[in-house]
């Protein structure tokens, strides 16, 4: 199932004195099972075009055909297309509201007039998919939970709905380390097991060189760079005029290079370093 965006305009407050223009002529195509990072400056419209994703917010212009349907489209069923794109918001967990868990993951299913079998499988599957024990949490407030618990249930209430597109507005903002180790592992998971296909959004060049296929950087919003990670991170200059970076290891490649390690061009992960380090190592010297 594909998403194709079309020439994509979009205007907050349109025709009043703090009128907006947050994407302008936004054209990509994101194809099933990929996943794709999607970075840019705070403000550079990454979220706002997020949210066109499942039809959450509507085009000023421009259009957005998600297998095949155009949201704009007043034949098409958004309430199928939000089963299909499930979007997790940056702080999911603040709109966790139910009495336990296995009540807000069940919210969305009972919304769809499923019949209780059903929505105790998908519940099940979902707390199973985000590493939740059903049989010790599904009773427990979720705000008993801890942090990184509170987040997993929130995506577990997306899950439930069985997308086949995940979208993750900064899907790590807050927590600690071992939060967000646990919420990346949990993400890369749901990719390479259940073939879903992802958009994360990070301000995370880290994070984003760890998981993603696929890098679509924004800026004043327009796409500005489509790329694989290594295209795109081979870009530093250019990522660092629009208030961005590269990833740690891509730094680090850099100072060795300039140390006179014999460091090739284009590593932006820290295996990639490992390796290449044990290269030069076993060749005796710091050259290629």
Known sequence: MSIVIEHLNYIYMSGGPYETHALHDVSLTIEDGEF??????????????????NGLI???SGRVLVDGMDLSDKQTDRRAIRQKV???????????FEETVEKDIAFGPKNLGLNEAEIDRRVRDAMRRVALDYDALHDRSVFELSGGQMRRV??????????????LDEPCAGLDPRGREEILGLIRDLHREAGTTVVMVSHSMDDVAS???????MNHGEVVMDGTPRD??????????????????????????ERGF??????YRIEEIRAEIARIAAQGGRHA
Not at 45 to 52: A, E, F, I, R, W
Not at 211 to 217: D, F, P
Not at 237 to 242: N, S, V
């Open 36 to 53: 794709v990072g999607l970075i840019g400056h705070t403000g550079s419209g990454k979220s706002t075009l997020v949210q066109h994703l």
């Open 58 to 60: 509507m085009p000023a």
């Open 86 to 96: 499930g979007l997790v918001f940056q702080y999911p967990e603040n709109q966790l």
């Open 154 to 167: 929130a995506i577990a209430g997306v899950l439930a709905m069985e997308p086949r597109v995940l979208v």
């Open 211 to 217: 998981l993603a296929e696929r890098v679509i950087v």
């Open 232 to 257: 795109v991170f081979a870009c530093g200059e250019e990522l660092r005029g629009m208030g961005l970076d590269v990833p740690q290891a891509a730094q680090l490649a850099q100072k060795l290079r």
């Open 262 to 267: 014999g460091i090739p061009q284009g590593i």
